[in-house]
């Protein structure tokens, strides 16, 4: 039987050397949303992506993605890693690291067809980058790259899409491009799953979240998980960041979320 899990965390730790960066975490995101994953800084965060990435073994558990190993299905995801490491000391221009999206692991010196470009292109315009096409990527700035990024993920055409905070750097107008995009794939049926660590914008921006501080706090739809106790427990007591969230979701509540854009 199909199942309709995105992903299944079972019980997964991760240590690197001594330090234990997520304990014994478990829980599942459904098909089909965008998932915010938020905690702390050093609450293990990248470390859940990058293990659900296969690029850090866990010490115990498991991982499932669309009911399989990573290896049946790496094809089907992109992964858009934290900014900082990333080397642009490497020239290449804009449309080139766009179509490495395109890039099959199982063919790499297969040469990218007219099609490939065509999807390219298409990408950025989606992101706003297309007049960029021909630039030096290490020339832009951070909210050009990450839109270019985000280009290259959709080029990838694939079916979930995991982010480690994007909107980190960058313009008010790149952050809203960029859920706009966001909440198109989820409207064409694919998932999202995005690392912030901004919790004021967390209600309005996701539909489930998962919330770590090395362990599990919660998961589960936004409101069932921000609540004042839960982020207590993740934040501790900062508490002006607990009424100001209190705010937000009270905003949020409104039917506004619910209104389609084809109202306008
Ligand atoms: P977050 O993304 O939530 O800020 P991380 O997953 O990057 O947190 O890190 C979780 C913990 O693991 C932190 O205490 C961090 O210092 C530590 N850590 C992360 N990467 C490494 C590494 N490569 N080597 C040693 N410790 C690491
Ligand atoms: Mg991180």
Redesign the pocket.
């Known amino acids: 039987m199909q199942s309709d899990k995105l992903i299944s965390v079972h019980n997964l730790s991760v240590a690197?050397?001594r330090?234990t960066?997520l304990w014994s975490v478990d829980f599942d995101i459904p098909q089909g949303v965008i998932c915010g994953v938020i905690?702390?800084?050093?609450?293990?965060?990248?470390?859940?992506l990058?293990t659900i990435m296969g690029l850090v073994p866990p010490v115990g558990g498991n991982v499932k993605i669309f009911d399989s190993n990573l290896k049946h299905v790496r094809s089907r995801i992109s992964y858009v890693p934290?900014r900082e490491s990333v080397d642009w000391e490497f020239p290449s221009s804009v449309l080139d690291v766009v179509l490495m999206g395109r890039y099959n692991p199982k063919n790499l010196f297969k040469r990218t067809t007219k099609l490939d470009k065509e999807i390219a292109l298409n990408s950025l315009e989606k992101v706003g980058m297309l007049s960029y096409k021909d630039r030096q990527i290490g020339q832009l700035s951070g909210g050009q790259q990450q839109r270019v990024f985000l280009a290259r993920a959709l080029a990838q055409q694939a079916d979930l899409y995991i982010l480690?905070e994007p909107f980190v750097g960058i313009d008010a107008s790149t952050e809203e491009a960029i859920l706009a995009v966001l909440t198109e794939l989820k409207e064409q049926g694919k998932s999202v799953i995005i690392?912030h660590?901004d919790i004021h914008t967390c209600s309005r921006y996701f539909d489930y979240i998962v919330l770590?501080n090395?362990r599990l706090v919660a998961h589960g739809w936004k409101d069932e998980v921000l609540t004042p106790e839960n982020l207590k427990e993740a934040y501790g007591s900062q508490l002006t960041i607990l009424s100001e969230v209190a705010n937000e979701l009270s905003k949020s509540a409104s039917p506004i979320r619910e209104k389609s854009y084809d109202d306008k």
């Open positions: 690197y050397e330090k960066a905690g702390p800084n050093g609450s293990g965060k990248s470390t859940l990058k934290q480690d690392v660590h770590l090395t």
